[in-house]
């Protein structure tokens, strides 16, 4: 009996060097890769046509249609609209109406002669505009195809402007 215990101890020392190996090596293939290259989309609308309800109630939806430029920005730092470069819409649902305002769950394509991004958000618009959402980036086509990412959507009487970020 005292002859296996050398051996069972370095079994034990060797399975206990195996499991921290393999906990390293899980553990390290669970952090981020590096970041591959992000880029950085600006883009202006300028409203066409809407059918928005003057007074929306909970399950009303309308649509936006929209011109799609580049963003410019003047030496006094204040974004304008640039080049056109495509179109755009938005189709949103009101999923809350209340008094001060309501709350809409919108899909918004922008479409370009690289590909069309598909954008999804959901947008407190309480008050009055800007109103300002995060929309996530589920997909699109063309130079855009498999993008993900996130957009900074900044919303006007008569458009909207975009800070997207592709991954």
């Not at 003057?54 to 304008?80: C, F, I, N, Q, S």
């Not at 008050?127 to 006007?156: D, H, M």
């Amino acid at each position: 009996m005292f002859r296996d215990r050398p051996r069972r101890t370095m079994g034990l020392a060797a399975a206990a060097v195996a499991a921290a190996g393999a906990v390293t090596i899980s553990v390290l293939s669970l952090q981020p890769a590096a970041a591959s290259a992000e880029k950085e989309l600006r883009l202006t609308t300028v409203q066409k046509a809407d059918t928005r309800p003057e007074y929306p109630r909970t399950g009303d939806h309308w649509v936006t249609y929209y011109d799609l430029h580049t963003t410019a920005t003047g030496r006094d730092g204040k974004e304008t609209k640039g080049k056109r470069v495509g179109d755009a819409s938005d189709r949103c649902d009101v999923v809350l109406a209340r008094y001060e305002g309501v709350v809409t769950q919108c899909e918004r394509i922008l479409r370009t002669d690289q590909g069309t991004l598909v954008l999804t958000s959901l947008t407190d618009r309480f008050g009055r505009p800007p109103y300002t959402t995060t929309a996530a980036i589920t997909g699109g086509t063309g130079t855009y195809a498999g993008a993900t990412g996130e957009a900074r959507v900044t919303l006007t009487d008569g458009g909207a402007s975009y800070r997207i970020q592709l991954r």
